[in-house]
């Protein structure tokens, strides 16, 4: 069973303008948004998951009603991808577009040391006899 949150993302998804695009964290996570937003009778909202979006998924579409969830900026490689987003939509919908804070240094060499103990115990289970 999740746990369960604050309400942040519910609250977004009613918040949301009409036939906004809205930014999941993962596809799991879409799908859960988009059922809870049939159950909030916002069936208008498409979701779409962070991993998805590219410059071909917004081409020829209306970027000015994007909503981005705010669990999406918790995962340091979307990063780059939020900020891209950011970039392309012409004319935010105030409150709904918040600034890409850039992740610090200490916070690069904290993943960079997850990614290399991660690396040393995959290298030990292949290699251990």
Request: hydrophobic share 45%; aromatic share 14%; proline share 5%.
């Amino acid at each position: 069973m999740p746990i369960r949150g604050s309400g942040r993302t519910t609250r977004q998804i009613l918040g949301a303008p009409e036939f906004a695009i809205y930014i999941a964290p993962t596809n799991q996570a879409a799908e859960m948004f988009r059922t809870m937003a049939r159950k909030l009778n916002r069936g208008d909202l498409e979701f779409v998951s962070i991993g998805r979006v590219n410059a071909e998924y917004f081409k020829g579409r209306d970027f000015s009603v994007v909503v981005i969830d705010h669990a999406c900026y918790d995962f340091a490689w979307g990063y780059e991808t939020l900020t891209a987003i950011e970039q392309a939509i012409a004319t935010p919908h105030p409150g709904k577009i918040k600034p890409v804070k850039k992740p610090s240094w200490l916070s690069k060499i904290f993943i960079a040391y997850l990614m290399l103990v991660g690396l040393a115990l995959i290298w030990g289970l292949l290699w251990y006899k």
